[in-house]
């Protein structure tokens, strides 16, 4: 993440001056990051502001630094959902097209499953005869229950029927997968609505959580994205995926920045127990070491 951060860092501030042009060299490090402007500008400002000790080194340009992103992301890092053993769960993921969802319901049920709860999976996604299929493969692959329906079928029945099995079967848990969507498509989007409008109506039985996956690869897009989903359904948390490789992450800080929404999760590959959550301190410090 924020690959050659540190080494940028490092030359940036070789002279051990904070002035208007190392600091100019770091808002551009920052923006090529991925970190989005307004965001920049705050932590730009924040450090100008700092004090720092006569004779300081780079130890201290990223102490002061991690302390800054610290304070901006720390309040928004939050666990996975909670399952309560009373009463099962439906976790609905929402997304556009390609940025994880498939493959982060299949993480998130291994995941719930390690802790010892059984989920189910209701495939939602009914516009490609490949998602159900891809889902499927999931399923067989995790020995985990699958709800399927035909192509075209409706995805609000699809996840009315998989919540009944959850309860019908005593399982803590179903994962809703639904199909990719761009925020701009209104007749998609009210789908998305009608989903969770289904969902919701269960809600004294079955507690419900919606997760939108992004692609943590895409930059200040997703932002937006963020932004327009919200404008449909209530948005509990956020699964970033795909931040291992050459992902840069830098958008982690401002979607928080900008968006206040709570980052429960990060996924790093495309393997089942490639889903950690969010911890604050730890992207940090990936950030900011070698
Ligand atoms: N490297 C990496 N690849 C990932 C990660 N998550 C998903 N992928 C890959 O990204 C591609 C798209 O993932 P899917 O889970 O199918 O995405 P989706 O959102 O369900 O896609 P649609 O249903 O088409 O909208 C697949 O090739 C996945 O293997 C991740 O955390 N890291
Ligand atoms: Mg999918």
Redesign the pocket.
């Known amino acids: 993440m924020l690959k050659n951060f540190t080494n940028k860092l490092e030359n940036i501030f070789s002279s051990k001056k904070i002035d208007e042009n190392s600091l100019s060299e770091l808002e551009e490090t920052l923006l090529i990051s991925d970190v989005g402007i307004e965001t920049v500008d705050k932590i730009i400002s924040m450090l100008r502001n700092a004090k720092f000790s006569m004779n300081f080194d780079i130890a201290e340009v990223k102490s002061k630094l991690s302390e800054i992103i610290l304070n901006i992301v720390e309040p928004y890092q939050t666990k996975l959902p909670t399952i309560n053993s009373q009463k099962p769960m439906a976790i609905l993921c929402v ?10 319901v299949a993480k998130l049920a291994h995941f719930y499953k390690k802790f010892g709860y059984s989920g189910i999976l209701g495939a939602a ?1 009914t516009f490609r005869a490949a ?1 159900s299929e ?1 889902l499927s493969e999931w399923a067989q692959k995790l020995n985990l229950k699958i709800i399927t329906s035909k192509q075209n079928a409706d995805p609000a029945s699809v996840s009315f029927e998989t919540i009944d099995y959850t309860l019908n079967n005593s399982f803590n848990l179903c994962l809703i ?1 639904t ?2 969507r761009l925020q701009n498509r209104s007749d998609l989007m009210e789908e998305l609505k009608k989903i969770d409008k289904v969902i919701k109506s269960r809600d004294k039985v079955i507690d419900q959580k919606t997760i939108m ?1 992004i692609d943590g690869t895409t930059g200040q897009s997703s932002i937006q994205q963020v932004r327009e989903f919200s404008k449909y359904i209530n948005i509990d948390g956020l699964i970033l ?5 050459s992902a840069i992450g830098g958008t982690i800080i401002s979607i928080i920045d900008q968006l206040k929404v709570p980052i429960m999760a990060i ?4 393997n089942e127990n ?1 889903l950690n959550e969010f911890d604050a301190k730890d992207f940090i410090k990936k950030i900011l070491e070698k």
């Open positions: 997304g556009v097209n390609g940025s994880g969802k498939t493959t982060t996604d998602a891809q997968d199909a990719g996956i995926s795909k931040l291992d490789g996924g790093t590959g495309e490639d």
